[in-house]
């Protein structure tokens, strides 16, 4: 298992878009996995064998991001929901003191 792409992330969002999104949908990816990096505390890419929960958690916060472009949502009421993307990182954070 690996990082995911493009295509992995045009299918967890059921878009049927043209390739030529997938420079867009790469930068969705690389926000989520660098955020996520920040929160386990260590690179992914150095991750043997790569956890399916973090590829599922780096999905989950790019498909967010997509659908919520900007940084104010008006008028709308949300919550996390259980299990999430915190959730499932959270076994792989390194925690130093």
Do not use: C
Request: no cysteine; charged share 20%.
């Amino acid at each position: 298992m690996t990082l995911p792409n493009a295509a992995d992330l045009r299918r967890q969002l059921n878009l049927d878009l043209d390739q030529e999104y997938d420079a867009f949908l790469s930068a969705k990816l690389a926000a989520a996995s660098g955020w996520i990096e920040s929160y386990v505390g260590e690179p992914l890419a150095g991750l043997d064998p790569f956890p399916a929960a973090i590829r599922e958690a780096i999905l989950q916060l790019a498909a967010h991001l997509y659908e919520n472009r900007e940084a104010v949502l008006v008028g709308v009421s949300a919550s996390e929901l259980p299990f999430g993307v915190v959730d499932l990182i959270r076994p792989y954070r390194i925690w130093t003191f």
